[in-house]
């Protein structure tokens, strides 16, 4: 049975995107079927994290009646279909609609669908919800993102949808919440912590996610963890000699 899975936040710029391309790519590297949407309609970008730049149809399409979901489809090397979205300034004004019949009907191969969600409380972010069955929720371990992060947990959980957990991104050494802390504050396991490092941003740039460009990179081997726990896996990893020593230079 195909999984959806919507990737949820408070804020925007907390790492949905980065988080959906890296999970989309890790879980086929899993040998799974694996679809991703950008369902962030009016601040699309998860094409272009994979270099998909200028495409004849996107999901505003699908969301128009225009053409199916299968046809707004792109596959990345990796093995990933991309549905993304327009980023043209002309298709900003398209009525956000339910897709999940459609999702049901045409990306039931697929063992996940991973949506990248919108953010803020509008339709567009509840229209997202609607289309999934699981959300994960990322969040900074700071205050103020974390209560935003709050508020959109209590609306997935109206919506009734299965909270599979807490993602921590952009996290430092010297903050001040610990996962301990934000675990207990949203009663949800955290299932990954991902550190701050300027290797995500470079990864952004090169367009090719950093579990494909620094695959041994400590952020890539925590996208791996949340894969695996996702996937009811073990993850066991064992820190080797050359893990510390690019661990050493921060690559
Ligand atoms: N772990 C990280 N370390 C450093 N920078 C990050 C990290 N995660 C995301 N970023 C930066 O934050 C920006 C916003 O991330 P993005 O995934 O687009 O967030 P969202 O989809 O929630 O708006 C990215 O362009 C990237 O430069
Ligand atoms: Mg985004």
New binding site residues.
């Given amino acids: 049975m195909t999984r959806i899975v919507g990737?949820v936040?408070g804020?925007?710029?907390?790492?949905?995107?980065?988080?959906?391309?890296n999970l989309g790519v890790s879980m086929a590297q899993e040998g799974k079927k694996v679809a991703v949407i950008d369902a962030?309609l009016s601040?699309a970008?998860?094409g272009l994290?994979f270099g998909l730049i200028s495409y004849p149809t996107s999901v505003h399409d699908v969301m128009r009646g225009n053409t199916t979901i299968g046809d707004a489809m792109y596959k990345h090397p990796s093995g990933v279909d991309i549905i993304p979205a327009s980023l043209s300034i002309e298709d900003l004004d398209v009525e956000p609609r339910n897709i999940k019949r459609e999702i049901l009907d045409n990306l039931s191969d697929k063992d996940f669908v991973l949506i990248?969600c919108a953010?803020g409380l509008d339709r567009e972010t509840m229209v997202a919800l609607e289309m999934c069955d699981e959300v994960l929720l990322?969040t900074h371990p700071e205050l103020p993102t974390i209560s935003d992060a709050l508020r959109t947990k209590t609306i997935a959980k109206r919506y009734d949808k299965n909270i599979i957990g807490i993602v921590l991104?952009?996290?430092n050494r010297g903050d001040e919440l610990k996962k301990e802390n934000i675990s207990a504050f949203f009663d949800l396991p955290v299932i990954g912590v991902?550190?701050?490092?300027?290797?995500?941003?470079k990864s952004?740039e090169a367009k090719n996610p950093i579990i494909l460009e620094y695959p041994r990179h400590r952020?890539s081997r925590e996208i791996k963890r949340i894969t695996h726990y996702m996937l009811g896996k073990e993850y066991k990893h064992k820190e080797g000699l050359l893990d510390r020593i690019l661990s050493f230079f921060r690559i």
């Fill in positions: 990737v936040s804020k925007g710029g907390v790492g949905k995107t980065t988080l959906v391309s962030n601040g970008n998860l994290q990248d953010t990322v991104n952009r996290v991902i550190p701050e490092d300027h290797f995500v941003r952004i952020v």
